[in-house]
């Protein structure tokens, strides 16, 4: 339950991001290089958690790997 609350709170904190990028239509004050060393992490992450079969480590990283990557592809759009 810890891993799996854990899990859901990390990946929410991702979401104002996102929000906040298409609402504002700028990215300019974003680093890319955080978020696709971040993206690589979270990558890694998943690969883990699906070797260990971990329900919360796969989950999280699945969410968190599609909300980085929507904030880099918005980042390269409203540069």
Same mark, same amino acid.
């Given at each position: 339950?810890?891993?799996?609350?854990?899990?859901?709170?990390?990946?929410?904190?991702?979401?104002?991001?996102? !929000?906040?990028? =298409?609402?504002?239509? @700028? /990215?300019?004050? #974003?680093?890319?290089s955080?978020?696709l060393?971040?993206? *690589?992490?979270?990558?890694?992450?998943? !690969?883990?958690? =699906?070797?260990?079969? @971990? /329900?919360?480590? #796969?989950?999280?990283?699945?969410?968190?790997?599609?909300? *980085?990557?929507a904030?880099?592809?918005?980042?390269?759009?409203y540069k």
């Amino acid at each position: 339950m810890i891993g799996l609350l854990a899990a859901i709170l990390t990946t929410a904190a991702y979401l104002p991001q996102v !929000v906040k990028v =298409l609402r504002d239509k @700028s /990215a300019k004050d #974003i680093s890319l290089s955080m978020y696709l060393v971040m993206f *690589t992490g979270v990558v890694l992450w998943l !690969v883990y958690g =699906l070797y260990h079969n @971990s /329900a919360p480590i #796969i989950f999280a990283n699945i969410i968190t790997s599609v909300l *980085t990557l929507a904030v880099i592809v918005l980042k390269l759009k409203y540069k």
